[in-house]
C-alpha cells in the first residue's frame, strides 16, 4: 500500500528536495505541495493524505493553524500531521501537539529518518519516544492551555486499569515492546491496550493519548535534579 503525502513548506527548494527523496521510494508518493498553510488545509481536502509534512512557519496561515484546521475536520480523521521544525521556539511544538499533530522531526533531519518518520506516522504510531522529546512534552504540555479548559481525571473512566497502565507507559516515552517487557505481557497485547484507549478517549493517534495522559494527570512529568 502506497503512503500518499503532501509537503507544506514555504521553500521551493526544500520541497522539491524532499519530493524526489520521497517519490524514490516504492511505498511513498508525494501527492501535492503547499508553500502556506491555507493552500495545505485545501489541498489536504482535496487530495485526503495519509500524512502532510507541515513546515510551523509559513507566511499567511502558519503550520500550526493549517494543523489545527485539518486535525479538527472529521473528513480528515485519517490524515496524520508531521511537524518539521528547527525547535527555535518549543512552545510550537506543544502548541502542534495539542492541535493534533502526530508529532515533529528537526529540519536537519536526515533522508532515512524522516521517511521513517513518515511511515510511523502513517501507521499510527508517534515520534514521541527519544528522550529530548520526552523532556519537550513533560515541559510544554502539563501546562495549561491558555484558553482551554483543564482535563479531569474523570475522562480516564472508562478506561480499564491496564489500559490506564499501559497509555501511562507509552506517555513516559516507552515503545510497544518496552512496556511489554516491564508488563510481562506480548506486544501485540500492549498494542491492543493503545488502540483501545485510542478508541474510547476519541484519540485520532498515539500522540494524541500522550497528551491526554499528561493533562489529565495520569502521566507527570519528572522532576529535575536538585
Same mark, same amino acid.
Given at each position: 500500500?502506497t503512503?500518499?503525502?503532501?509537503?507544506a513548506?514555504?521553500?521551493?527548494?526544500l520541497?522539491?528536495?524532499f519530493?524526489?527523496?520521497i517519490d524514490?521510494? *516504492?511505498?511513498?508518493?508525494?501527492?501535492?505541495?503547499?508553500?502556506?498553510g491555507?493552500?495545505?488545509?485545501e489541498?489536504t481536502?482535496a487530495?485526503?493524505?495519509?500524512?502532510?509534512v507541515?513546515d510551523?512557519?509559513?507566511?499567511?496561515?502558519?503550520?500550526?493553524?493549517?494543523?489545527?484546521?485539518?486535525?479538527s475536520?472529521?473528513?480528515?480523521?485519517? #490524515?496524520?500531521?508531521?511537524?518539521?521544525?528547527?525547535?527555535?521556539?518549543d512552545?510550537?511544538?506543544?502548541?502542534?501537539?495539542?492541535?493534533?499533530?502526530?508529532?515533529?522531526?528537526?529540519k536537519d533531519v536526515?533522508?532515512?529518518?524522516?521517511? #521513517?518518520?513518515?511511515?510511523?506516522?502513517?501507521?499510527g %504510531?508517534?515520534?514521541?519516544?527519544p528522550?529530548?522529546?520526552r523532556?519537550?512534552?513533560?515541559?510544554?504540555?502539563?501546562?495549561? %492551555?491558555?484558553?482551554?479548559?483543564?482535563?479531569?481525571? *474523570?475522562?480516564?473512566?472508562?478506561?480499564?486499569a491496564?489500559?490506564?497502565?499501559?497509555?501511562?507507559?507509552?506517555?513516559?516515552?516507552?515503545?510497544?515492546?518496552?512496556?511489554?517487557?516491564?508488563?510481562?505481557?506480548?506486544?501485540? #497485547?500492549?498494542?491492543t491496550?493503545?488502540?483501545?484507549?485510542?478508541?474510547?478517549?476519541?484519540?485520532?493517534?498515539?500522540?494524541?493519548?500522550?497528551?491526554i495522559?499528561?493533562?489529565?494527570?495520569?502521566a507527570?512529568?519528572?522532576?529535575p535534579?536538585?
Open positions: 500500500m503512503i500518499r503525502v503532501l509537503l513548506d514555504d521553500q521551493a527548494l520541497r522539491a528536495t519530493r524526489i527523496l524514490s521510494c *516504492e511505498d511513498l508518493e508525494v501527492v501535492g505541495e503547499a508553500a502556506d491555507k493552500q495545505a488545509v489541498l481536502r487530495h485526503h493524505p495519509d500524512v502532510v507541515m510551523i512557519r509559513m507566511p499567511g496561515m502558519d503550520g500550526l493553524a493549517a494543523t489545527a484546521a485539518i486535525c475536520d472529521p473528513d480528515l480523521s485519517a #490524515t496524520r500531521v508531521l511537524i518539521l521544525t528547527t525547535f527555535e521556539i512552545e510550537y511544538v506543544a502548541q502542534a501537539l495539542r492541535a493534533g499533530a502526530s508529532g515533529f522531526l528537526g536526515g533522508a532515512d529518518e524522516l521517511l #521513517t518518520g513518515i511511515r510511523t506516522i502513517a501507521s %504510531d508517534a515520534l514521541l519516544s528522550a529530548a522529546t523532556a519537550l512534552i513533560t515541559r510544554f504540555l502539563t501546562t495549561p %492551555d491558555p484558553g482551554g479548559k483543564p482535563a479531569s481525571m *474523570e475522562r480516564l473512566d472508562q478506561l480499564t491496564r489500559e490506564r497502565e499501559v497509555m501511562a507507559l507509552a506517555a513516559e516515552g516507552y515503545a510497544n515492546n518496552e512496556i511489554a517487557e516491564k508488563l510481562f505481557i506480548s506486544h501485540l #497485547t500492549v498494542r491496550h493503545i488502540h483501545r484507549a485510542m478508541g474510547k478517549l476519541d484519540a485520532r493517534d498515539r500522540a494524541q493519548l500522550v497528551v495522559a499528561y493533562q489529565t494527570g495520569l507527570e512529568p519528572a522532576r535534579p536538585h
